[in-house]
Structure formats: C-alpha cells, structure tokens
C-alpha cells in the first residue's frame, strides 16, 4: 500500500505518471531507504517488492491496485491512438452459498480455478484481475463489445467443459462496458460494467450483459 501511496503522490499531487516501477525504486531509495545506494540496486528486492505490490495472493492474477493503475494508463493509450478498449466484469454465481454449505477453502478451490482458466485465455496484452472476494474483471485493449462478449463465451464455454466446474456446477455473470462508446473515463466505464453485471444477476445469472451508455438508457 506504500508503493501506491508513493506511486499516487506522483500522479495526483505532482500530475505526472512515472510508472510503477519508478515508484517502486523511489520508495526503496528515499522513503523507506532499505536500498543503501541507487546506483547498486538489490534487483531481488525490488523484483519481490515489485511482484507483491502488483497481484493477489490468493489467485496470481493482478489485484486492485494494479487495476487501478492500469485502467487509467490503457485509457490514456486509448485515446491518445483512437482505439477500443472494453472491460469485463465478474462476479461468481451464488458464492456465497457455496462457501456457508461447502466451506471456505472449497470457496478458494473455486477462485483459483477461474483465475487459472481466466488468465490461460486472456492475450498477453489483456489485463486479468481480482478486485476483491468473488469479484474479477479483465482489462481487453484494442477490443471492442463484440470483442469483449466473445472472450466472456470462451470462457463460460471453458468453464462448462472444465471437470471442477461441471462437477459442482459453478457460474459467472458478466457485465460489459466499452470505451468509447460507453464512457471515455474510469468512472463511467466501471458504471456501465456495473450496471450491466447486474442486469445479468437478475435476468438469471450465468450470462453476460453489454452495458448502455446512459444516454442510451435515457432516450
């Protein structure tokens, strides 16, 4: 939380986006000054600090914060090259149920399973991650909601013929939103991604939504 700390202080107070990396070697050097010198850098260090500060421990994947910082860099790659770029949103069908009756380290048993499948059809360019509990979401640059709907069916279908998951037959419900056309800001696109996840919940779960912008909704 440091690193962040470090790492927002650059981007909010001096309105300049050095990259986690430099934030990372900052801290170590000035802050919390475990590095004796800048120039002979302990790369084991910096390389742990670097990969804890970036996933969750439970599933590997990214975690909140690295979302975060994600969502705002791709966004800024997005218009500054007028291209696509989507999120999926994922939520686990029923999760609690399945932790008050099989208990919670099956729960566990469920969220690396799906971050596993997740994470071996996601492109390298695609950003998979856990937001917190049963909550996931994918950042698809370069991709649009066609795009996104279609990467959601591959992996319900993979999930469908994966054994865990048929064996105890567990699903996802998904929420869609695409920038440009729903928003050309992290607030808006994590509204649209949102709301449309709950459409999902509420139309019968196990499926995927794409979001309305809501002027959309409005008219």
Known sequence: DKIFENYDFYVNDLNHDVGLGVAIFDYFVNLNKVVSSPIMVEIHVFKEAEKFAMLDSLTGLFNRRYF?????????????????????????????????????????????????????ISREEDIPCRLGGEEFVVILPETNASGASTFAERLRSEMRSDEFFKVNRATFSGGISCYPDNGKDVSDLLTVADKALYEAKFSGKDCCIVGKSPQSENS
């Open 68 to 120: 975060d910082v994600s969502l705002r860099k791709e966004l800024k790659r997005a218009l500054r090259y007028d291209k696509t770029l989507s999120l999926l949103l994922i939520d686990m069908d029923d999760f609690k149920t399945i932790n008050d009756t099989k208990g919670h380290l099956f729960g566990d048993n469920v969220l690396t399973r799906l971050s596993w499948i997740l994470s071996s």
